[in-house]
């Protein structure tokens, strides 16, 4: 019986059964697990580190940060457990405590491409663009596949306004994975800024068949359509994304506009009206 084993055979029994939970997505039974192996085996740095993933997916980030710190403390040279700690801070909105975390990785593993793109998208948040556009050179170089670091740069080259070089970036992507829906959606923002606007319909048009589920691809081509004055069509994309997702300001507030434009205005005047419903329930929701 387990129990009648070594404490470490014990303990890697537990551990590898939260790795077996966590792929199946049971993550309640992996995080158990994962509890028993470190209460057999306090010093169990991997273990620690697999529940800080777990509580992660969970959205227990301060929770994560905690059990990779014990990893860490455990382990200072675990570059997955920086790079993870890194990821939960981001998400927290502590994008330099992400990146210095993300600086850690990257010493311990200069060849760690995750943490090189990680560390592009916090430099990003930071608006740090050269930086970041660096660190998803660095991951394209290590892997010149890696379609995460070819759409974060293109994301970062259409906030610099350099939209050919992202759309360069994100043909890379779609070539590289032609079903990526939010590549087209990215690729017809930078056609929409260069006012190529019928490629950038066209682009929202393959987008919205790969994943019709995404109400600002909608609402990026309704945009366009009240540019050009064809507002029956704007309505209906402002209609989808509100279908998708009926808590949308933005989506109602455009709907508004196109309403009043078509002359429709006690539409208009409701759209209005729940732009700043919505808008005040978000300014009074208790921030976490």
């Not at 080259?157 to 890379?172: K, M, P, T, V």
């Amino acid at each position: 019986m387990a129990t009648n084993q070594p404490k470490p055979e014990r303990s890697g029994f537990y551990y590898n059964l939260g790795v077996a939970y966590y792929a199946l997505g049971q993550l309640e039974s992996a995080r158990e697990s994962y509890d028993e192996a470190v209460r057999i085996n306090p010093e169990y740095h991997e273990a620690y580190h697999n529940r800080g993933n777990v509580y992660h997916d969970l959205g227990q980030n301060t929770r994560a940060i905690e059990d990779y710190d014990q990893a860490i403390q455990r382990n200072p040279e675990y570059s997955a457990a920086y790079n993870n700690r890194g990821i939960a801070y981001y998400d927290l909105g502590e994008h330099w405590r992400a990146i210095n975390d993300y600086d850690e990785a990257i010493r311990i593993n200069p060849e760690y491409v995750v943490a090189h793109n990680n560390r592009g998208n916090a430099y990003l948040a930071v608006g740090e663009h050269a930086q970041a556009i660096a660190d998803y050179d660095e991951a394209i170089s290590l892997d010149p596949e890696n379609v995460a670091a070819f759409s974060n740069r293109g994301t970062a080259y259409h906030a610099l306004g350099e939209n050919e070089r992202a759309i360069e970036d994100y043909d890379e992507v779609i070539r590289i994975n032609p079903d990526y829906a939010a590549a087209y959606n990215n690729r017809g923002n930078a056609y929409n800024d260069l006012e190529q606007f019928q490629r950038a319909i066209d682009e929202y048009d393959e987008a919205i068949r790969l994943d019709p589920s995404d109400p600002d691809v909608y609402i990026n081509r309704g945009n366009i359509l009240a540019g050009m004055e064809e507002y029956e069509r704007a309505v209906e994309d402002y209609d989808h994304a509100i279908r998708i997702d009926p808590n949308y300001p933005d989506a109602y507030h455009n709907r508004g506009i196109a309403y009043h434009r078509l002359g429709h205005y006690e539409e208009s005047e409701r759209d209005l009206a729940k732009v700043a419903e919505l808008r005040s329930q978000s300014a009074d929701s208790p921030t976490g």
